[in-house]
C-alpha cells in the first residue's frame, strides 16, 4: 500500500527469488497504476522446469500474474527499466507482457534474459 501513496519516494524495488505468485504478481501490477516514482524493477525468479511450471509449485508467477504485469505496465508513465531475468514464463505469458510493453512510452531498458 505504501507504494501507491503519493508520498513514497521509493525509486528502485528488487524482487529476487521472492517468489510472488499471482497474487504477488496482481499486486505489483496494481501498484504499478498508480505509482508514481518507481523508475526501476527487478522481478527475478529461479528458472523452473517444466513439470514446476504445469504443476505451479513454488507459488511461481503464472498467467493471471503475466496479464497483471502487463496491465500495469501499460499505463505506468515511470518505470525506465524492467529487468524481468530467469522466470521461466511460456508463449502466451510473454504475450501478455508484450502487449503492456507496446503501450508503455517511457521504458528505456528491458531485460527478459534467461527465459522461457
Known amino acids: 500500500e505504501y507504494l501507491k501513496s503519493p508520498n513514497n519516494n521509493i525509486k528502485r524495488m528488487i524482487l529476487w527469488g521472492n517468489r510472488l505468485g499471482n497474487e504477488g504478481a496482481v499486486a505489483v501490477a496494481e501498484m504499478l497504476k498508480v ?9 527475478r525468479e529461479d528458472d523452473p522446469t517444466e513439470d514446476q511450471y ?3 509449485i513454488d507459488n511461481r508467477i503464472g498467467r493471471d500474474g503475466y496479464l497483471a504485469l ?3 505496465i501499460a499505463v505506468n508513465t515511470t518505470l525506465k527499466k524492467f529487468d ?6 511460456q ?9 503492456g510493453l507496446r503501450k508503455n512510452k517511457g521504458l528505456e531498458s528491458l531485460n527478459l534474459g534467461m527465459t522461457g
Do not use: Y
Request: charged share 20%; proline share 3%; with cysteine.
Open 84 to 89: 524481468f531475468p530467469h522466470t521461466g514464463f
Open 35 to 43: 505509482n508514481t516514482t518507481l523508475e526501476e524493477l527487478c522481478i
Open 91 to 99: 508463449d502466451m505469458d510473454l504475450i501478455s507482457i508484450g502487449v
Open 70 to 72: 502487463g496491465k500495469g
Open 54 to 56: 504445469d504443476l505451479n
